[in-house]
């Protein structure tokens, strides 16, 4: 398989990121939580961050050792592997505190 640059990545992040802040607007919680169509489209672009932080390389990853590169692998991970048990109040936490840090 073609090895991808790791300047796609970095740009699939911002791109998530960007679609997740145009996606929800300024829409509140409860109306968040109830739009079946917004929470699939959010937690994809979380899968997305996740698998792209995960292909950054090691270097990279280092030298940016400030960003919570491990947790955004994991969340991936937890919203693809169990997906029947997403909690929507922990992705508004981390779309509206944890994603503007960034």
Known sequence: ?????????????????????RFVGDRDY??????????????RQLEIIGEAAKNLPQG???RYADLPWHLMARMRDRLSHGY???????V????????PAL
């Open 30 to 43: 409860q109306t968040f939580a109830a739009d079946g169509l917004l929470t699939s489209a959010v937690v």
């Open 84 to 90: 029947w048990t997403v909690d929507y109040e922990i």
């Open 1 to 21: 398989m073609k090895r991808r640059l790791a300047s796609l990545f970095l740009q699939d992040i911002l791109q998530a990121m960007d679609r997740i802040a």
């Open 60 to 62: 990279i990853r280092e």
């Open 92 to 99: 508004w936490r981390v779309i509206q505190e944890e994603l």
